[in-house]
């Protein structure tokens, strides 16, 4: 199966506000596998729906060392967040060769169903913890860089529609 499009910053449609899955079925399961697979092959370790054009509220994870623990989120909510927070650097797949300081909780908690469509309580801190607040804020329609100065959004546009252009043109010549 082919690894899925991850859009890029500043493409609109990561600014879609996801909405809630239906139901939990196969059509869904083969959707988050090929979302781990796009993942993986991406080296990431957070992606969520929204960044791969699918505006449902959907967020696979895995931030274990052997890339051997994805954890599922449909429908997430965050129940409870630490009050005390952390400025951590933060990248994303929608935002390649970006990395700068975002703020976020140091502990959350999420309720969601898994794959299989049972409800789970998961109790995050530390990597997991940020990259739970870094996909939900995608579901949002909101991506880390939002987070940042007016400045220095504008010059990771104008990097990432250089990038988009270079793109272009190696896909032409290809």
């Keep these: 199966m082919p690894a899925l499009t991850i859009l890029r910053y500043p493409d609109p449609r990561l600014h879609k ?18 979302m781990l ?6 080296q990431g370790i957070g992606l969520a729906a929204t960044q791969v054009d699918v505006h449902q509220r959907l967020i696979v994870i895995d ?17 409870w967040a630490s009050p005390d927070k952390r400025l951590g650097e933060e990248g994303c797949l929608s935002v390649p060769g970006i990395y700068d300081g975002v703020e976020r909780s140091l502990a959350v908690k999420v309720r969601a169903l898994d794959r299989e469509g049972r409800e789970q309580t998961i109790e995050a801190e530390g990597i997991l913890a940020v990259c739970i607040q870094h996909e939900m804020d995608h579901l949002q ?3 880390f860089v939002e987070y940042l100065s007016m400045f220095k959004r504008g010059r990771i546009k104008t990097k990432m529609a250089k990038l ?10 290809g």
């Design 17 to 34: 506000v996801a909405q809630p899955v239906a139901a939990v079925d196969d059509r869904l399961r083969e959707l988050i596998d090929r």
């Design 37 to 42: 697979e796009t993942m993986y092959e991406a």
């Design 63 to 79: 931030v274990s060392e052997e890339r051997n623990e994805p954890l599922v989120l449909v429908n997430p909510e965050i129940v």
């Design 141 to 143: 329609g909101k991506v």
């Design 164 to 173: 988009q252009r270079e793109d272009e043109r190696y896909a032409q010549q």
